[in-house]
């Protein structure tokens, strides 16, 4: 099934749709959504992408990033991709948005204006294996010392978000 992103400008004003990875391959101005999940220790939750994904695949991300449908909010499309990726319910509330561009390999970019939401859950998962190959915990000193040790292990939108998560918190 093809897949289609919200196009919009800076103000997110909806200038149409288009198949999600021709986006991805114009660089052009998208809608989307992270999701970071803790656990009662403060620490994150890490999604590792399937192999099957088409761009930066075995990379390490935060719980879930995706992208909502024309007809959904932000919030209907983060608990959406929750369930459908970590097989999981949780509150979610939206901290923050901002806008950047990551280039991600293979002639693609992600240019997303994102909406970045915050949720906390200690149960266990139910993984869907053709989105998510891993899931695991790590303390946000832990999770700093790898980006340096490591930084080919996360994907490039995770680092710039992080960042700006940091930036709110």
Not at 97 to 111: M, P, Q, R, S, T
Request: hydrophobic share 40%; with cysteine; charged share 35%.
């Amino acid at each position: 099934m093809e897949e289609f992103v919200v196009l919009v400008n800076s103000q997110d004003e909806v200038l149409g749709l288009m198949e999600k990875q021709q986006a991805h391959v114009n660089g052009l101005l998208h809608r989307a959504f992270s999701v970071f999940l803790f656990n009662s220790k403060g620490e994150m939750l890490l999604q590792k992408r399937a192999s099957e994904k088409y761009h930066s695949p075995l990379k390490w991300t935060n719980a879930v990033c995706s992208h909502p449908r024309i007809e959904e909010t932000y919030l209907e499309g983060a608990k959406r991709r929750v369930k459908e990726e970590l097989g999981i319910e949780a509150e979610l509330s939206e901290k923050f948005d901002f806008i950047y561009k990551a280039d991600v390999g293979n002639g693609l970019w992600e240019h997303e204006l994102d909406h970045v939401f915050v949720g906390n859950f200690e149960d266990e998962f139910h993984l869907n294996k053709e989105e998510v190959e891993d899931v695991r915990y790590i303390s946000m000193e832990d999770l700093d010392r790898e980006m340096i040790e490591q930084p080919e292990h996360f994907t490039e939108w995770f680092k710039i978000i992080l960042e700006e998560y940091k930036h709110h918190f």
